[in-house]
């Protein structure tokens, strides 16, 4: 194979001016509407807004028909905007499970009431209070760091289930009421991620610690083991000295087990953007730093951008370096030559050769909100109504795999065997979708990916310049499309390196949080269901709100959804990650438990009298 396989479509086009590749007409020289800079989009405004209150029913069959051999359960996170420019995947956190059975398909939707999100429902006093900082995250002086728990549901085993989140621990939730149970891990079990400095300055009755994680912890439901990170101690490059990266191992009953990681050389490893993904191997561990960037100064209200370095630093750890007992772990560190986010991996590492598959982000970064009055890219400014929903990509996308030799003492990338497949259906490359989702298989065959498109009306003029110069771009500045480009479901077939089969939808949706459904009797990773998450600005058939759930045939996505559900008491707004299973029940009582309201107890004589009533009342009542 060549060095490198670059599979890429329609490069020519990258050198003509103001192409537009989907139907309808060029908005350039059409008049604007104040505050948008184009007229007439088609984007769903709707999805900024949601109920923040609990609701459950019984969806509507739309359009189609819902199959004999679909079955289950999904449960799905999203994150809501609760004011101008609150960066949407971000948002207050509220999960919905979809029941699927004989008699048709009910759901039940409940906001995900961490302590945080509880605290800042209720308190009003002026240090008490929530302040959003750069559009990113919600900072109370008296309380500490917002953790709104919404990023991604995981299946512990044995009825056990958890959600997870980048900026704060994981929670344990119950599958039948949606209800949180307990915080995982002890609060000295976690480390605070804020630099030295810093953390010596911060209240001691501060209730919620700044903690940073990972967004896709690992449960391994063959070795009943969970795989996690804590990380932090600088800001970007700075203070890389005092930068961390704890990895966790956890028996799901006990004490974490933890070593802090260090390269060969000594150095202190650190992760200088986030981790949202960790891959886990029969015998390795790799922890890959991923293209979401925080700048320091947007948190001031800086909004100046830092583009991605086409570059997916890794840690790759052998499992048999884990030794009980000691508190560190050396990491064999290399750089993939790619942007990602979502990256998975086979399970089988036979010979010490990790392949990886992820995807090829073309100059954008997954934290960048679009602000209210940007100027945008192709004139106008972003409207207050729009300003939190991510900012659109400078460049399509695409599809990669990567391969690791790790050796004795070494590791190294087999730069022969790197493929990326561009594609005019890869803008804005998001979550992917297969068979035991976060349970990696011996080798992936099948891939479902979704592509949440490209809106022109969404690209800041601050953002299109910092990426002017990022390697590898099929589309200029001077060359991106001037119309929308639909979002896809794509299917990506391993062996082959291609895309095998695809389904663009109509220009007026937007399609996140694909999920596989396994389709009873059958075992192929593409004999099943794709679940997605569909929000329209005009509904199908001119039914329901136009939050909608659209159901397709694994193995023939270019046939459009099998069926179309909704409910007009189902009103959700940008979706996270989803969760298949099979079968649900009551979570073990007794089985665990953290110290949460022994540390919250504990804290709770240096606050205020409300602060404590909401302690007393609202907290603890939910996790004794």
Excluded at 487 to 502: E, K, Q, R, V, Y
Aim: a negative charge; charged letters at 20%.
């Amino acid at each position: 194979m060549d060095r490198r396989q670059f599979v890429k479509s329609f490069c020519a086009l990258s050198v003509l001016p103001n192409v537009s590749f989907a139907s309808g007409q060029l908005l350039s020289g059409q008049p604007t509407i104040a505050g948008s800079g184009f007229s007439g989009s088609t984007f769903p405004g709707s999805i900024m807004d949601a109920d923040l209150t609990p609701s459950s029913g019984t969806m509507d069959l739309i359009s189609g028909t819902l199959p004999l051999d679909i079955t289950g359960h999904v449960f799905m996170a999203e994150g809501i905007p609760l004011e101008k420019n609150h960066f949407t995947p971000n948002g207050r956190g509220a999960l919905t499970r979809f029941d699927f059975g004989p008699e048709g398909v009910s759901f039940m939707r409940k906001m995900i009431n961490t302590p945080s999100a509880i605290m800042q429902e209720h308190a009003t006093g002026l240090l008490d209070r929530f302040a959003l900082l750069g559009g990113t995250v919600y900072y109370s002086s008296n309380m500490g760091f917002m953790n709104y728990c919404n990023t991604a549901p995981n299946y512990m085993g044995n009825n056990r289930f958890a959600l997870s989140y980048e900026g704060g621990p994981p929670y344990e939730f119950d599958a039948n009421t949606l209800e949180l149970v307990t915080q995982i891990g002890n609060m000295d079990e976690w480390r605070s991620s804020l630099p030295p400095a810093i953390d010596w300055m911060t209240p001691e009755k501060w209730l919620f610690p700044q903690i940073r994680t990972t967004g896709h912890p690992h449960f391994d439901l063959e070795t009943g083991e969970c795989f996690t990170i804590n990380y932090g101690g600088n800001t970007g490059e700075t203070g890389t000295k005092n930068g961390f990266i704890q990895l966790i191992r956890w028996d799901q009953y006990g004490p974490f087990e933890s070593w802090q990681v260090y390269d060969r050389q000594g150095n202190n490893a650190y992760i200088s953007a986030t981790s949202h993904s960790l891959g886990v191997t029969r015998d390795h561990i790799l922890i890959f730093q991923t293209a979401a960037f925080v700048e320091n100064g947007r948190i001031l209200g800086i909004r100046t951008v830092q583009p991605q370095r086409h570059r997916t630093p890794v840690w790759v750890i052998r499992k048999s370096d884990l030794m009980p007992g000691s508190d560190s772990v050396l990491a064999d560190y290399i750089e993939l030559d790619f942007d990602t986010s979502d990256i998975v991996c086979n399970y089988d590492d036979s010979d010490g050769e990790i392949t990886l598959y992820g995807q090829y982000m073309g100059a954008m970064d997954k934290s960048e909100p679009q602000m209210h009055l940007d100027r945008l890219h192709f004139g106008g400014w972003v409207d207050k109504s729009i300003s939190g929903y991510p900012a659109a990509p400078v460049d399509v996308g695409g599809l990669v795999r990567a391969r690791i030799q790790v050796n004795r003492f070494s590791a190294e990338e087999i730069k022969e065997d790197f493929a990326v497949v561009r594609d005019m259906r890869c803008w804005d490359m998001n979550d992917p979708a297969y068979r035991g989702h976060f349970q990696f298989p011996e080798q992936f065959k099948h891939i479902y990916w979704a592509a949440i498109g490209f809106r022109p009306e969404h690209l800041p003029s601050r953002v299109a310049y910092a990426y002017r110069n990022y390697p590898n771009r099929i589309f200029t500045n001077g060359s991106l499309p001037e119309l929308a480009q639909p979002s896809a479901l794509l299917h990506f077939d391993c062996d082959a390196m291609a895309i095998s089969d695809a389904y663009e939808f109509p220009e007026d949706c937007v399609m996140r949080t694909p999920q596989f459904m396994n389709k009873v009797g059958c075992t192929g990773q593409d004999e099943g269901y794709l679940f997605t998450a569909v929000v329209r600005k005009n509904p199908t058939d001119g039914r329901g709100n136009g939050k909608e759930i659209w159901i397709f045939d694994a193995q023939n996505l270019a046939q459009g959804p099998v069926g179309v559900l909704g409910s007009t008491n189902l009103n959700f707004a940008t979706t996270n990650h989803a969760l298949w299973v099979e079968t649900i029940g009551p979570r073990p009582s007794g089985i665990y438990q953290s110290d949460l309201t022994d540390f919250l107890i504990g804290k709770m004589s240096k606050h205020s009298r409300e602060v404590q009533n909401i302690i007393e009342n609202h907290i603890l009542p939910q996790y004794s």
